[in-house]
């Protein structure tokens, strides 16, 4: 037998806009195999976030909903609650989540909303030219922190939304995993079927933590960037199931 | 015993536009605490439970109204409702919600500003609400009530006319139009009489069909282009067939004050007082603020001498007065911050105009 490598059904035929290495291609694509191995195409509804991923929809070919920055867990909640049978995620990044939309996260979080949240955790902001995220590492430079974030200077520390996440209620499971070798491309794609599993048993609030390499603005080779996933960016952001109810 | 049909219910402008969404089937409200409109999220959250329909108070006007624009995506009737303050906080998900036309209907029971201002009556909020009100180009049907009964058919008339042009529909209502209270006798249709068009566009899931997105994004070059075009045509498709006003006294009138909301309740005792002193005044009053209704002040000023804009602010309904009959003598009475014209102000005013002829 021919094992064959296909395109999911969920994923149109189109060329990527992302840059060489960006985590976002395996993203799409573990989303996309997922949604069609649970048969979900005809039920689910995205949200896109604005950010580099604001065009999913371009890519994913089932029903999408843009959102503002920072504001897709609020569409989402709009969406699920007026079509709880649909299954509903959210894809964002770590400017959308945790800086802009921080309130919109929390509360959205803490309602127990039964929706989905994939969240790209890239440690900046790509479309905007690689400028500090809230989860920025400590020492890590980008355009807005020439010198590497330092706490000493007030720009704080980053921000391990997920932990933070599963200290609320409403919140059934939180987990973080990777894009940046195989192992941890499974892992992600267990999280993000067990995720939608949960919405569909009604298990409130899923959040699937991703660290995801920007290559561009971390000005690294692809290889590279993979490897400072797996070297560095771990001990600020420690793989693993965090909350599993 | 005899069988008293009730017809009319004593309720506040913002019970009957809460009880009027109800009617109209609003499916999805969401909203945060301000005053002077908590009559309707307290209103909502008991009714919308009741009726197996979703109530949701929201953690701040950002995320209510961007849940708004999410319900609206799944085609369902959808309400938000503010005050000024938190209406300015509302304008970014309103902009989104025109440019990927979904319906929806906004209230904003106008206080005084600007800031924090005060929870006193206001008209302050014209330009942002004719005008856009968010970044972009783009435009939203303003709905002006002047009474808690005309606010329900307001309510009414509203989401019919966001369904039918997918639109967001705003209702101007003012402090006084809120927190008064009269009969109120729901009617049980809207005006609007054009069938609603079925919302094929809706996100309920792909099953057996193409992909539905919402969106207000166009990146490819051209495309946002001819995406605000097709806009265009909408908005002036909604200028020519939805001007709405209502006259007092203009038949033989010579003079004309033009006034809306709880102020053209209060400019109509004001031309009765002129008419007691036999001076010829009558009363134009707007209902659609956008699309102003300038055809018809255009044909009801034809034979008057003078005009009156007289309003809650320091002056903006006025502009768009001077814009549709540039022609006309106009004069302006405004008070702004809590600040109201009373009848008796404004028959000093046109007395005096009237006097230096």
Redesign the interface.
């Known amino acids: 037998m021919i094992n064959k490598f296909t395109k999911p059904a969920s994923l149109r035929e189109v060329s990527t806009h992302y840059c060489p290495g960006c985590g976002h291609g395996i993203l799409h694509r573990l989303v996309a195999e997922v949604i069609d191995e649970l048969n979900l195409r005809g039920k689910i509804i995205g949200v896109a976030p604005v950010g580099c991923a604001v065009v999913a929809y371009d890519y994913w070919d089932f029903d999408v909903s843009e959102a503002a920055h920072g504001r897709a867990l609020a569409v989402a909640t709009g969406i699920k609650r007026c079509r709880p049978q649909n299954i509903v995620f959210t894809y964002q990044g770590d400017g959308d989540l945790v800086s802009i939309g921080m309130a919109e996260t929390m509360h959205a979080a803490n309602r127990g909303e039964n929706v989905t949240c994939i969240f790209v955790n890239n440690a900046c902001y790509g479309m905007t030219g690689g400028q500090m995220a809230p989860t920025t590492l400590v020492g890590q430079p980008t355009v807005t922190t020439p010198w590497g974030r330092n706490p000493k200077y007030g720009e704080g520390w980053p921000i391990k939304l997920s932990e933070i996440l599963a200290g609320l209620e409403g919140v059934n499971f939180a987990v973080r995993s990777s894009v940046s070798n195989p192992k941890q491309i499974m892992q992600t794609r267990e999280h993000i079927k067990k995720a939608f599993l949960n919405q569909i048993e009604g298990k409130g609030f899923s959040i699937v933590e991703v660290l995801s390499p920007c290559p561009t603005v971390w000005q690294k080779s692809p290889t590279d960037a993979m490897k400072w996933i797996d070297e560095e960016m771990v001990k600020t952001f420690p793989l693993g199931i965090i909350k599993n109810i | 015993m005899k069988k008293i049909k009730v017809t009319k219910i004593l309720m506040s402008g913002n019970e009957a536009m809460a009880e009027a969404a109800i009617k109209a089937g609003c ?2 409200y ?1 909203g945060y605490p301000i005053t002077p409109q908590n009559e309707i999220p307290s209103y909502m959250a008991k009714r919308m439970r009741e009726l197996g329909r ?1 109530f ?1 108070q ?3 006007e ?3 109204i ?9 085609g ?1 009737r ?1 309400l938000t409702s503010s005050s000024s303050p938190g209406v300015s906080l509302k304008q ?2 309103i902009s ?1 919600i025109a440019g ?1 036309q979904l319906p929806a209907v906004i209230i904003n029971v106008m206080r005084g500003g600007p800031g924090l201002g005060n929870i006193a009556s206001s008209q302050s909020d014209y330009f942002q609400s004719t005008r856009g009100g968010g970044h972009g180009d783009y435009y939203t049907p303003v709905l002006a009530p002047s009474s808690p009964e005309e606010a329900a058919k307001l309510v009414l008339l509203g989401f019919d006319m966001a369904d039918f042009y997918r639109t967001p529909v705003l209702i101007l209502a003012d402090a006084i139009v809120g927190q008064m209270m009269e009969g109120v006798e729901f009617s049980s249709k809207s005006e609007f009489k054009k069938k609603l068009p079925p919302k094929n566009w809706a ?6 069909r193409p ?7 166009f ?1 490819k070059e051209g495309a946002l282009e001819a995406h605000n075009e097709r806009l265009r045509e909408k908005w002036e498709k909604i200028k020519q067939n939805e001007q709405r006003s209502s006259t007092y006294k203009t038949e033989d009138a010579k003079y004309l004050i033009v006034a809306y909301g709880s102020e053209a309740r209060i400019a109509q005792e004001a031309v009765d007082m002129l008419r007691a002193k036999k001076i010829k005044a009558g009363l134009f009053r707007p209902i659609t603020l956008w699309p102003y209704p300038e055809k018809n002040l255009k044909a009801v000023s034809k034979n008057i001498k003078k005009v009156f804009v007289v309003e809650q602010s320091l002056g903006q309904m006025v502009e768009d007065v001077r814009l549709s009959i540039p022609y006309k003598e106009i004069h302006f009475l405004g008070k702004s911050g809590g600040g109201i014209p009373l009848a008796k102000e404004i028959v000093k005013f046109v007395e005096k105009v009237t006097r230096n002829k």
Not at chain 2, 66 to 74: C, E, S, V
Not at chain 2, 211 to 217: E, G, L, M, V
């Open positions: 499916f999805f969401a979703v949701i929201a953690e701040s950002l995320a209510a961007n849940m708004i624009f999410g319900a609206a995506a799944t369902v959808s970014e998900g989104y990927a996100l309920t899931g792909a099953s057996n992909a539905n997105i919402a969106k207000s994004f990146l």
